[in-house]
């Protein structure tokens, strides 16, 4: 299933444009809604991959941290701390405007702040979010086999109350599509397909 909230997607009114002709994509939805698995059938459509999470991974790698559930948390809430809430995004902004490929997928945004700054500095900016049930969700990440995973029901919890808590739930509500990620891969692809057709279409 696919929901689509239209908006333009040519934003004249925005100024400090860095690249107007780069198609950018933010991804954002709860853990273990499937946004990997979008990134990657997005990757086999042409696009290259910024992600957010990364970031927030490396800061934790370079302080010396584990990268469990517990580090990388405390890592992304003191960089906002730090930084402002739109820390991680505006580390992603020379990232994207550095890739050659004119088509990018941003992987990971957790706030509509963080929307905005891509926003300000991309013409063709789309918000788009991947939805799953909670129950599904934990599933696929206590098998998932990454690190940084839950691997308890309480964990996965507090993870979700975390992400919550920086505004992802604000930047899922305000997504310009919403792909409902609770089937097949298949199922996941045929969507996928569909989104890209529709967003390209917009931004010609």
Not at 107 to 132: M, P, W
Request: glycine residues 8%; proline residues 3%; hydrophobic residues 40%.
């Amino acid at each position: 299933m696919l929901f689509n909230s239209e908006c333009c997607c040519k934003r004249q009114e925005l100024v400090f444009v860095l690249n107007a002709d780069k198609l950018v994509i933010g991804l954002t939805g709860m853990p273990g809604a499937g946004k990997s698995s979008v990134v990657e059938l997005v990757q086999e459509a042409g696009y290259d991959v910024v992600s957010m999470g990364d970031v927030i991974r490396e800061e934790t790698t370079k302080r010396g941290l584990a990268l469990n559930p517990t580090n990388v948390g405390k890592v992304m809430l003191e960089l906002r701390a730090l930084g402002g809430d739109n820390v991680v995004a505006e580390k992603c902004v020379p990232k994207i405007v550095a890739k050659e490929k004119t088509k990018i997928i941003i992987d990971g945004l957790r706030s509509y702040n963080e929307a905005e700054v891509f926003q300000k500095h991309f013409t063709n900016f789309i918000l788009i979010a991947v939805h799953a049930p909670p129950r599904i969700r934990f599933s696929r990440l206590s098998t998932r086999g990454r690190s940084d995973d839950p691997k308890t029901w309480d964990i996965f919890h507090e993870r979700d109350m975390r992400e919550l808590g920086v505004g992802i739930g604000k930047s899922i509500a305000l997504a310009e599509y919403i792909i409902i990620n609770d089937s097949s891969i298949d199922i996941l692809n045929s969507r996928v397909k569909e989104l890209l057709q529709r967003v390209e279409q917009r931004c010609k």
